[in-house]
């Protein structure tokens, strides 16, 4: 059973375009981490998200914590190639129980 | 610091050999892992540890053995691998202390014919 839906599955835009990625669960989670993985390597952290209502600001890349803490979303602004790359959300539910979510693969086109 | 190291980086077996992926930190985590990604599924969890000597299932463990004998160390074994564990590989090491947030190594992509 996948918790973590994240839309859309793809984006492909063009260089300065912004965008939005979801991320939603019917599960609360105590916090909330987005990776960005680039091809043939492993996932990297960008930001982790604790509190309800939480924004964190990452250069371009908006991250918010729904208020009832079971949804994310991440926005980037002037999108640029090197925001290509596959987004993951996770959700930690404490003690080691981080759940993935499926994924939003982004290309940006210069 | 190397991080995470995770070796081979390819893997090609056949069906019904045994292999054993290995993982390496030098964070000192207590907690590592072990996921596998396959198209449009993220990343699912295949067998975790808590410590030296404490191993749990994940949500995918059939098929795949796990030992933490040391702190840095976290072997994945297949024991009769099969054509459904061709997949990318990822040992992931984390902390309490920085809310479970997860190093991931560079990966093994590994094809059973």
């Known amino acids: 059973t996948q918790l973590l839906e994240q839309s859309p599955q793809f984006l492909s835009i063009q260089e300065g375009e912004n965008l939005t990625v979801y991320c939603n669960s019917s599960?609360?989670?105590?916090?909330l981490q987005w990776y960005r993985q680039e091809p043939g390597e492993g996932p990297v952290l960008l930001v982790t998200v604790v509190t309800g209502g939480e924004v964190k600001k990452l250069k371009r890349l908006t991250f918010q914590f729904g208020d009832a803490r079971k949804d994310s979303s991440l926005h980037i602004t002037a999108a640029q190639p090197g925001d290509t790359g596959l987004y993951l959300c996770a959700g930690v539910k404490g003690y080691q129980k981080v759940t993935f979510g499926t994924g939003t693969k982004l290309q940006v086109i210069p | 610091n190397a991080g995470v190291t995770q070796t081979p980086k390819f893997q090609v077996l056949k069906t019904g050999q045994s292999m054993t992926l290995q993982c390496a930190q030098d964070?000192?985590?207590?907690?590592m892992s072990w996921y596998r990604q396959d198209p449009g599924m993220g990343l699912r969890l295949i067998h975790y540890s808590v410590g030296a000597g404490i191993t749990d299932q994940g949500e995918v463990p059939n098929g795949y053995n796990v030992s933490r004998s040391t702190t840095e160390d976290f072997p994945l074994r297949l024991l009769s691998a099969a054509p459904s564990q061709t997949s990318v590989y990822f040992c992931?090491?984390?902390?309490?202390?920085?809310?479970?947030?997860?190093?991931f190594g560079p990966g093994t992509r590994l094809t059973v014919t």
């Open positions: 964070m000192n985590h207590e907690y």
């Open positions: 599960s609360v989670f105590s916090s």
């Open positions: 992931a090491s984390s902390n309490r202390d920085r809310g479970y947030e997860q190093y």
